[in-house]
């Protein structure tokens, strides 16, 4: 018999030894997954006793962890602007920087989103599609992905949180899914270069979808279709939120410049001070 107390003790210090740089925090969302319980029984009941079975389930997850598998897919599910989002090896894991993008596009149309059309490229786990649709609850969100298994990830994650019938999903190549123009086109696309991909962390390289990281030589491929094509997709006065990679500020300023179409180009930092959202805005008559 083992109790909480003393198995994640071990856990984590095997974590520990296997290069986790997380080992405690991940042995314990492990152990809670488990036992279907909450961090403050967690705390409250370290000499809770184990079943063989919790014990065995335990044990199991702990060796996928600790050859590198993110918890988000060992428990399939991750936590995003305090919502819990279904995640499965088909969807990128949604990463606590793109609350960012979310945060910049409330800053313009909030409260309701009255008449807005919003469309998400690359939606996804449908984390910023389901997060828009929650909080600006007048708004109606198009989400698309090339992938047909994130779309079914996604789908399940608007149904989960009440907004399925506000949000519609398409698939396909990003502008070409969806048809119409939009007040606010927003996307987190690939933006990985080729090159630097062999570098990644293992956790991301081995288990992440490659096709929703890379975007070509420069990491730019995206970014730049998607201001091209949704010049034409705004309308006057529409604004375009793209999430960028670390040093992409400069390039991604240029070519919305190149354009032409687009006035108040700007990029805010995230919470670790690295340029996150850039953003432009379609002015509503052109000199
Ligand atoms: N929006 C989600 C988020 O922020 O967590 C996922 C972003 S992930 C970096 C990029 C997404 O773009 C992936 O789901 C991928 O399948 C999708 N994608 C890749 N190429 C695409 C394309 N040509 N057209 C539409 N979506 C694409
Ligand atoms: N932020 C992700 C990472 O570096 C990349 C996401 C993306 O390519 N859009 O893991």
Known sequence: MT??????????????????PSARLD????????????RLQLCTHPERELTDE???????RVARRSLGEPVAYIIGEKEFW???FEVGREVLIPRPETECLVEEVLRFYRPRGEG?????????????????ARELPAARVVATDISAGALTVARRNALAHGVSDRVDF????????????????CSNPPYIPDVPYGLLPAGIRDFEPRGALIAGPDGMDFHRRIIREGVHRLKAGGRIFLEIGEGQRDQVAALFRKEGGYRDIDCRRDYGGTDR???ARRP???A
Not at 27 to 38: P, Q, R, V
Not at 54 to 60: L, R, S
Not at 170 to 182: K, R
């Open 27 to 38: 042995a314990e969302l492990l152990l809670m997954y488990g036992l279907k319980i909450d």
């Open 54 to 60: 919790e014990v065995a389930a335990f044990v199991e």
């Open 3 to 20: 109790n909480i107390r003393t198995i994640l003790q071990r856990a984590a210090r095997d974590l520990n030894i296997s290069g986790s």
């Open 82 to 84: 305090s919502l819990c």
């Open 170 to 185: 398409f698939q396909g190549d990003l502008l070409t899914a969806v048809s119409g123009n939009f007040d606010i086109i």
């Open 284 to 286: 509503r008559q052109t």
């Open 116 to 132: 807005l059309r919003i469309l998400d490229i690359g939606t996804g786990s449908g984390a910023i599609a389901v997060v828009l």
């Open 277 to 279: 959202v850039a953003s």
